[in-house]
């Protein structure tokens, strides 16, 4: 099945569903029922209806077919949408708000930053930051925040990968502080005054852009420096790069795209930005947000993580925890105690656990598109204007009432790894080798038959899971994110024993997904 823009188009019946209520639509009972919305209208209406919500017509749309038929079709059918202050609070270069062939050419040109191959080095030091965290909750004051500790930890890599700091408590603060005002000011009337929430995203805004600015001066200060000692550099190692971050390979890529019309440099920034598009700073600081943005996501991953793996970690249970602590003992009688890409490499059920982790309770529950044209979806016809909600996951109508089983991915025909670790997201080369019966029941490498388990061969109908997206806008920063929780399934499952205080805590949906309770935990080192 494909979107698709016809004649006949104006002929066809709009999506089922209601509008609601003039004005107001169906937000009311958005807000007031958020976890139970779209599982409500998708049992009667099936996977694409319509509804009004937030002060405009929308389609819904499930389904991993057609999800990713919508999103093939960006800039064609539909197109990013996102609000007016997006421009001043992440940025008019960002990749968010960038289209056609220029989003595609500033997208190559950060994507090798953020490639598994740049990321393997920053292992070490995920995990050095990850080691540090988990200690530090484990001496402190219990039950821990269980939440509030996951935001800041991944606040502290984000800062070390991708600006290059030393992943501070402080500055892990003040990073989450930015992105919470940031936040603030999308949900609010955009008038800028010191007191009002919008008044103080601007602020955090340009806070974090001096952040970022100091990040690409020591960069360049670093790339000046590695010139002028590079005929020394291989008589002294400890003068080559100390300053080792995504911020830095991007300058780097900037660089090089500005003089490669001239120069003959064959180094490797030069590769990654064919065909060269000009990087200027306000665009590297733009994109810094926008990865920002991405980021916030990261946290609430991290927490999933706590949660499951306390639920399952009781004799009797599932097995998960055991099963990790199993892989990790496997792993480290190989290769010693360093965590390392290696290490990530070898974790054949941790990244079972991990992508079971981004399918549950996505972080990202559904992207947001506008019509551009009418066009038809499932005989249905979506028209120009409209909203159009792409859902990232069978399990975003499952919130609170899933079962997490890592196992389903390692049924999977092809098993849990695909290649290297990668999540299933955009096609990706573990979506492309997923064999015949994947590709049957819906391309998805996981389709263990829903929450209840089953096999390859399940009669049920499959389960999709695209918690990076699809499409040319799937996520920049999903390999950081597999690096990320890999590291912290490592030291968790090898250093530490916790419990939650509250073990049914519920996830709520609306404004995002967050525990209810702020997931306290009691967590201590094992024996
Ligand atoms: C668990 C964590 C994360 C999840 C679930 C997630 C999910 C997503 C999804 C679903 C999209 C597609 C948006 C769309 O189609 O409109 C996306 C885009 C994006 N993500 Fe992530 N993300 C995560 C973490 C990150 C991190 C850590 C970064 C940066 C380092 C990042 C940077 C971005 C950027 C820049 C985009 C925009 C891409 C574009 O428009 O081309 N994300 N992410």
Partial sequence: MRAKATQSVAELPLPEGSLGLPAVGETLELITNGDTFGASRRERHGDVYKTNILGAPTVMVYGE????AVLAAEDKLVASDWPEVTSTLVGPDSLNLLTGPRHGAVKRALSEAFSDKALRRHVPAIAALVQEYVAGWAAGAQPTPGFESCQLLSQAVF???VLGGAGGRDRAAQLQGIMAALQAGFNTPPV??????YGKAVAARQEFGALVTQAIQRSRQQQTTAAASASSAAANPSAQATFDCAMADVVAAAASSSTSSTSTTTSAATA??????PLPDSLLVDNAAAALFGNASMGPSLAKALQHLAANAADGGNGVMAA?????????????PAITAEVLDDMTYGGAVARELLRITPAVPAVFRLALVDFELQGRRIPKGWRVWCHLGDSVTRYNKDHFRPERWLQAPGGATGSSNAANGAPSAAAATAPAAAAQAGGCPMHGGGSGGGSATSAKPAEYSLPFGSGVRSCLGRNLVMS??????AVLARGYEWEAVNPEEQWGVVPSPAPKEGLRMRLRPRA
């Fill in 159 to 161: 800062d070390r990968v």
């Fill in 65 to 68: 077919e057609a999800v990713r």
């Fill in 272 to 277: 990654w930005s064919q065909p060269p598009v």
């Fill in 192 to 197: 800028q005054l010191p007191f009002t929430d």
């Fill in 484 to 489: 990320e929780l890999l590291v912290a399934l």
């Fill in 324 to 336: 990790l602590r199993k892989e990790q003992q496997d792993i480290m009688t190989r290769r010693g």
